[in-house]
C-alpha cells in the first residue's frame, strides 16, 4: 500500500469512527455499512475474478434468515448469529458455485440467476421466515453475552468492527498470491489454464468467500433493522448489488463501497416519491453508465492516472 | 532402433458434429527437436494443439506423454507434466504488469496460489528470475508496463518469456510470429532457437523460411490428415504438399 492511499483509508477509518457523532443516523450508517459489505463482497467475483453472479441476494437473503432464527428462536448471542449466518451462506456457495464455475459467461449468470429463484422459492415456503411477514423484530442480544447492542451506537460500533474485518479479508484475498491468480484468469483464463492453474477451483474458492462475506452482510442486516424478509432473497436484490458496484466502479477496492453508500442514500431520500424512486434509480443508473463508465471511483482513479 | 519420443499421437481424431476436423494423426516428436506443424489455412493444426492441450476432448485416438496416456487428462494436470502452449492470437493478461505476466507464472511452483490469507509481498523473492526472464526477451526496461500498452510484437515475447516461466519440457508454439514485423520475426527466431537448447518445441508457422532455418522435421497437414513428413529439404519438393498449397498465398515461399 502507497503512502496515499494509507491516509486515505486512515481519513475514511476516522470519518467512520466520529460519524454517529457529527449527525450521522445510526440505523442508517449501519445499512451503509451492510451493504457496502455486500458489495465489496460481490466486487470479488465481478471485478476481480470475472464472474458476473445474477444471484448474489441469496446468500445475503439467507443469511439474515440464518442469523435472524438463531437469534431470536434459539437466543445465540450477536457475534455467533453473524458466524452462523456467514457459514451457512459460504456453505450454499460452496454447492452454488460448484455447479456455477463450469459455465462461461451468461451461462454462469444464468446458472446463479435460477438457483436464487429456487432459494427465493424454499423462503417463500419454509416454516422459519415468515413468509410474506418476513422475521421481524430480531433481538440484537449481548456481544459475548456481556454488552447489550439494544443502543444504535453501541450496534454500530458492532457492525463497523465487524465491516472491517469483512473488509480486511477482501482487500487481503485481492493482495493474495490467490489473487495474482484470480486477475490472471480474469484477464485471460485460457491463459492461465496454459500455465497449469485449475481455474475452476480457483473460481469455486473465490466464489466461496464472496458468498460467505455477502452472507456475512446480510446477518449484519438482519440484527441491525431487526429484519429478515424475502426482500433479501430477492432478484431485485441480486440486481441492486450488481448496479451498486458497477456505479462505484468494479474491480476497484472503494467503488463498490461508495456505489453502495451512494444509492442507499438516494433510496433514504427519495423514499417519498414511492415507486418513482426505481425510475430515478434506473435514469440515474443510465446517466452514470453513460458518463463515465468505469464507475465513480475507477474514473477517478483512470483521471489520476492519466495525469 | 526407435529413436527417444517425447510426444507421440496415435490415429488422434476429432470430428466436430460430424465434420472431421483432424483424421487419424500419428505425429512423433523426437525429444530435444524443434518440430514444424504446416498445411494451410484450416488444415486442422490449432485443433491439434487443442487436443494435445485437452482443450478439446478427443473423439478417438491416444496421445502419450513421456511414455504416459495423457488423452483423459484435464488440461491443467497436462500442463503440470511440462506441456505448454501458446495460442494463435496473443495470449497476455493485458491489465498486468509486464512482471506480473511473468510473476503469475513462476509463482505456480510455490504451492501458495490458494493461499487468499497471505500478502502478495510473500511473491517478491520471484522478482528477480521475473526480470530474468524479461531480460532474455528483451523487456526488462518495460517491467512495470501495464501489458496491455505493449506493441504486439513485444506481447508476443512477453508471451515467451512466461512460457518459459513454468520451465516447460515441450513448448508448443501457435504461429509465434504471425503479424510480426520483419526485424520481430528475426528476433523471435532467435529466441526460440536459444530457448529450444534444452527443450522440445512444436511449433505452427506459417513463414517458410521461419519453418527452414528453425526446424528438424516438419509435419505437413491437409484436411484434417498428414499429407507428408521429413526435413524441410525433403518436404518442400513433394509434389502433393506442392498441390495442397496451390492457390494459397505460402506457395511462393516453398
Ligand atoms: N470448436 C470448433 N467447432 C467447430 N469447428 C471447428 C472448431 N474449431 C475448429 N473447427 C474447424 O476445424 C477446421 C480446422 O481448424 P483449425 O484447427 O483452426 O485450422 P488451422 O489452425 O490449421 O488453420 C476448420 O474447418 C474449423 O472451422
Ligand atoms: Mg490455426
Known amino acids: 500500500m502507497d503512502k496515499r492511499t494509507k491516509i486515505l483509508y486512515g481519513a475514511l477509518l476516522l470519518v467512520a469512527l466520529a460519524a454517529p457523532f457529527v449527525g450521522g443516523y445510526p440505523i442508517f450508517l449501519m445499512k451503509v455499512l451492510c451493504f457496502a459489505l455486500f458489495a465489496c463482497a460481490f466486487n470479488l467475483l465481478i471485478g476481480f475474478t470475472g464472474l458476473l453472479s445474477f444471484g448474489h441476494a441469496m446468500f445475503f437473503g439467507s443469511a439474515a434468515y440464518f442469523c435472524g432464527h438463531a437469534a431470536k428462536a434459539w437466543g445465540l448471542t450477536p457475534e455467533l448469529a453473524v458466524v452462523l449466518g456467514t457459514l451457512g451462506a459460504a456453505i450454499m456457495g460452496y454447492f452454488v458455485g460448484w455447479l456455477a464455475v463450469r459455465r462461461q459467461g451468461i451461462y454462469f449468470a444464468m446458472v446463479t440467476l435460477a438457483l436464487s429463484q429456487m432459494v427465493y422459492f424454499i423462503c417463500v415456503q419454509a416454516p422459519f421466515t415468515g413468509a410474506e411477514d418476513g422475521l421481524q423484530s430480531v433481538p440484537r442480544g449481548k456481544l459475548l453475552g456481556l454488552i447489550s447492542l439494544r443502543d444504535d451506537t453501541a450496534m454500530y460500533y ?150 | 532402433m526407435s529413436a527417444d519420443y517425447i510426444l507421440e499421437t496415435q490415429h488422434l481424431t476429432k470430428a466436430f458434429r460430424g465434420f472431421t476436423a483432424v483424421d487419424g494423426v500419428n505425429l512423433q516428436i523426437v525429444r530435444g527437436s524443434i518440430h514444424a506443424l504446416i498445411g494451410p489455412n484450416g488444415a486442422g493444426k490449432t485443433t491439434v494443439f487443442n487436443l494435445l492441450t485437452k482443450f478439446l476432448p478427443v473423439t478417438s485416438g491416444r496421445i502419450v506423454y513421456n511414455g504416459h496416456d495423457i488423452t483423459s487428462e484435464a488440461p491443467a494436470q497436462i500442463a503440470r507434466r511440462g ?172
Not at chain 1, 491463459?191 to 466464489?207: H, N, P, Q
Not at chain 1, 458496484?245 to 468494479?250: E, Q
Not at chain 2, 508476443?156 to 504471425?178: F, G, N, S, Y
Request: glycine share 8%; charged share 15%.
Open chain 1, 158 to 307: 458492532f457492525v463497523l468492527a465487524v465491516f472491517l474485518f469483512g473488509f480486511y479479508v477482501i482487500y487481503r484475498t485481492i493482495h493474495s498470491p490467490f489473487g495474482q491468480v484470480l486477475k490472471s484468469i480474469r484477464e485471460n483464463e485460457p491463459r492461465a489454464l496454459s500455465l497449469g492453474y485449475d481455474v475452476d477451483k480457483y473460481k469455486l474458492l473465490a466464489f466461496v468467500i464472496s458468498a460467505g462475506l455477502a452472507g456475512m452482510a446480510g446477518a449484519l442486516k438482519a440484527l441491525s433493522l431487526g429484519l429478515a424478509s424475502l426482500t433479501d432473497v430477492s432478484w431485485q436484490m441480486s440486481g441492486e448489488v450488481v448496479l451498486m458496484t458497477l456505479l462505484g466502479g468494479m474491480g476497484t477496492i472503494l467503488g463498490p463501497f461508495l456505489g453502495a453508500a451512494t444509492i442507499i442514500t438516494m433510496q433514504n431520500y427519495l423514499s417519498g416519491f414511492g415507486s418513482w424512486v426505481t425510475v430515478i434509480m434506473g435514469i440515474t443508473f443510465v446517466v452514470c453508465v453513460l458518463a463515465f463508465r468505469r464507475g465513480i471511483v475507477g474514473e477517478i482513479a483512470y483521471r489520476l492516472k492519466a495525469k
Open chain 2, 83 to 254: 506441456v505448454i502452449r501458446s495460442f494463435q492470437i496473443s495470449a497476455v493478461f493485458p491489465h498486468l504488469t509486464v512482471m506480473e505476466n511473468v510473476r503469475v507464472a513462476l509463482q505456480r511452483k510455490l504451492g501458495t496460489s490458494f493461499h487468499f490469507w497471505k500478502s502478495d509481498a510473500s511473491l517478491a523473492h520471484l522478482n528477480d528470475r521475473a526480470m530474468q526472464l524479461l531480460g532474455e526477451v528483451d523487456l526488462e526496461s518495460f517491467a512495470d508496463t501495464e501489458t496491455v500498452s505493449l506493441p504486439y510484437g513485444r506481447k508476443r515475447a512477453l508471451e515467451i518469456a512466461t512460457t518459459l516461466a513454468v520451465d516447460p519440457e515441450l513448448m508448443l508454439l501457435d504461429e509465434p510470429t504471425q503479424g510480426m514485423g520483419h526485424e520481430d520475426v528475426g528476433r523471435v527466431v532467435e529466441l526460440i532457437r536459444k530457448v529450444s537448447a534444452n527443450r522440445t518445441v512444436l511449433m505452427v508457422e506459417h513463414n517458410m523460411s521461419v519453418v527452414a532455418n528453425l526446424c528438424n522435421t516438419i509435419t505437413v497437414l491437409a484436411r484434417g490428415s498428414v499429407l507428408a513428413e521429413g526435413p524441410y529439404a525433403e518436404v518442400s519438393k513433394n509434389a502433393q504438399v506442392l498441390e495442397a498449397y496451390v492457390g494459397s498465398s505460402e506457395m511462393e515461399a516453398l
